[in-house]
């Protein structure tokens, strides 16, 4: 019964120090056909009027679109389509686990506390109430735990879009790649790094 109860007790505790899920999404807001072939001539024009200019986009795009079999040009007269670009966001913001965390870890730790006391035996009333009190203090250090250590950053960026298809005398089309990650210790140069081959992938993917 007492192991039972201990391990009860193990789980609620857990519980508290639960933490944030990791984030990793890169997503289009809207879906773009572009009629295209490869052998076209495609130029592309990456802008960045975000806050951070060490963002290497252009290079993969360029990259990716050459791979597929596009020729890409430098002058907008010889383009048959036009694939602009622009990192109109980017930023770096904390997410902590709990608004409250102490309250919460006293509250969830009376609760373990008054199991692991009810535990000692049902005529031993004093002994649950210590136990409550103990499993609150100990519930208020591991709430103060989470919210010093489970910190984590939440780094988002957005990119415009407009493709111009000149080759078929199409109106421009429209999109915006929203991207975000969540890790612990991110850092907006990592962020970057890690966002960069899908942002370009999803780029390069239009046509």
């Not at 608004?99 to 006391?117: F, N, Q, R, Y």
């Not at 089309?173 to 969540?182: D, F, K, L, T």
Request: include cysteine.
């Amino acid at each position: 019964m007492k192991t039972a109860t201990a391990a009860l007790v193990v789980l609620v505790l857990l519980a508290v120090v639960g933490c944030t899920p990791n984030i990793y999404d890169v997503k289009m807001d809207r879906t773009l056909f572009v009629e295209s072939q490869p052998g076209q001539r495609v130029l592309i024009d990456v802008r960045n009027t975000s806050s951070l200019q060490n963002f290497p986009l252009a290079a993969d795009v360029e990259s990716l679109v050459r791979a597929r079999g596009y020729q890409i040009v430098t002058n907008p007269s010889d383009a048959d389509i036009i694939l602009r670009a622009n990192i109109r966001y980017s930023g770096l913001v904390e997410d902590v686990v709990d608004t409250d965390p102490i309250l919460g870890g006293a509250a969830a730790g009376a609760v373990a506390g008054g199991l692991a006391g009810a535990a000692s035996g049902h005529h031993s009333g004093r002994r649950a109430a210590v136990g409550a009190l103990g499993g609150a203090a100990i519930g208020a250090g591991i709430g103060y735990w989470a919210s010093s250590s489970d910190v984590k950053n939440t780094f988002v960026t957005i990119v415009d879009l407009q493709v111009v298809n000149k080759a078929m005398g199409r109106p421009p089309q429209e999109a915006s790649i929203y991207a975000r990650v969540r890790e612990k210790d991110l850092t907006v140069f990592s962020a970057a790094q890690k966002l960069r081959a899908d942002i370009a992938g999803q780029i390069a993917g239009l046509l």
